[in-house]
Structures are given as C-alpha cells and as structure tokens.
C-alpha cells in the first residue's frame, strides 16, 4: 500500500469555522490531489499539486484553499466551512511517470454543523 | 455536465456468477479508463486500467472491455467472490490530465 496518511481522520466543527485537513505521504510522489466524496457525485476533484508550492484548482474548488511547501504535505482549508462542505475527503498521490494512477488516503470524514 | 456516467447505482450476483458493470463517456478525448474498487470507511483502491489503443485488459478475475465507438467501458469480474462486494468506480483521462470519475456502482455478491 502506498504510505499515505490523512490527519483528522474524523472531525465535526460548526458552521463559519475554519477547518484544516493534512495530507501526508512517504512515497515522494510528485503530484497530490484533494476529493470529495458525496452520493450521486462519486469523486470530485477539489484541487491538486503538481509540485511543491505548485498548485490549481479543480472542478469543485469554491471555498477551499490548498498549501503544499513541503513534497510529503498537502494542506486543504476551509476557510468558513459551511454545511454544503460536509463530506468526506480523500487525499490521492500519482508518481510523475504514471499520472494516471492514483494512490489513495483513507479519507477524512467532515461534519460541520 | 456528467462526462463519465454509472448508470447502475446497484446490482447484486450470485455468488460464482459474472458480474459486469458498465460505464459510459462523453468526452471522446479520453485516452485512458481505470476502475477503482472501494471498499466502506476506506479510500479507493486501482484495480484494472486500459489504454484507448486496446479494447481489452485482463488481470486474473477482472477484465476491462473498451467499445470507443460507443463510448462504453465494462468490467468483468468472473467468478465473483464476497469479496469482490464493494463501490467500483469508473474513471477516464485525457493526455495525462486530470481523472474525471463516475458516481460508482455498489456491488453486492450474494452467497
């Protein structure tokens, strides 16, 4: 299995608070990716990381921001979360010679009240 | 806009049956299709892939059949086991772009 780890993996937070999501992995993979999972959606992309500090958004990114300054850390925040943003998250990471395969976290799983 | 669509949100198989589940697209520039198997409370797992320039992949139990010309992908799983029982997502890209998945389909295998 791919290293990849997901911090919280669980958390519920109230409406207009901002909430972090980290991503962490061990392979040295060049790009990292943000999803949401939702019923009737499957998987959406939220942003993604083609290199450390090197970041676009993806087809659902309104309301969330990323960091990466590290090549083993992607950060999701949202700034104000709402309740539309209750979801769970996945992170996934793809090697620069197959980026076509993804690697997948666990996921977190966000309640916001 | 659904570029990639699952239109069997279920299906169930007897157990040592076929299970065939199917995608379609829309975006005749996709140049590659995965499938991804997941399983509750984890994160998706690749299971089987297949280039534009085939029309067939087989690994062990599953297959992967590409029709372009319909723009139709399916997968095979034959015979089917309890634990084959998961969400199978379909996903397509384009020259190394970014996946665009579909909605899954929740497979059940019955004993």
């Known amino acids: 299995d791919a290293g990849i780890t997901q911090s919280p993996r669980h958390k519920v937070t109230e409406t207009g608070t901002p909430v972090t999501l980290r991503c962490h992995q061990t392979?040295?993979?060049?790009?990292m990716y943000w999803y949401r999972q939702d019923p009737g959606h499957g998987l959406r992309l939220i942003h993604y990381s083609y290199g450390v500090k090197d970041t676009d958004k993806g087809e659902v990114s309104d309301g969330y921001s990323v960091s990466r300054s590290k090549t083993e850390d992607f950060l999701l925040t949202l700034e104000s979360a709402t309740s539309s943003q209750t979801s769970v998250y996945f992170c996934?990471?793809?090697?620069?010679?197959?980026?076509?395969?993804?690697?997948f976290g666990p996921g977190t799983r966000l309640t916001v009240l | 806009d659904q570029q990639v669509k699952q239109n069997s949100p279920s299906l169930s198989v007897q157990e040592g049956r076929i299970s065939i589940l199917n995608c379609d697209y829309t975006n005749s520039m996709f140049d590659y299709f995965l499938w991804y198997k997941k399983y509750p409370a984890e994160g998706p797992t690749f299971l089987i892939s297949i280039s534009s320039i085939k029309d067939k992949n087989e690994d062990g139990r599953f297959t992967v059949f590409l029709n372009k010309s319909a723009k139709h992908l399916s997968l095979h799983i034959v015979p089917s086991q309890p634990g084959d029982s998961a969400v199978y997502f379909c996903a397509a890209s384009q020259l190394n772009e970014k996946l665009t998945f579909g909605t899954g389909t929740r497979l059940t295998i019955i004993p």
């Open positions: 996934a990471i793809s090697d620069l010679a197959d980026t076509d395969t993804q690697y």
């Open positions: 392979e040295n993979h060049r790009y």
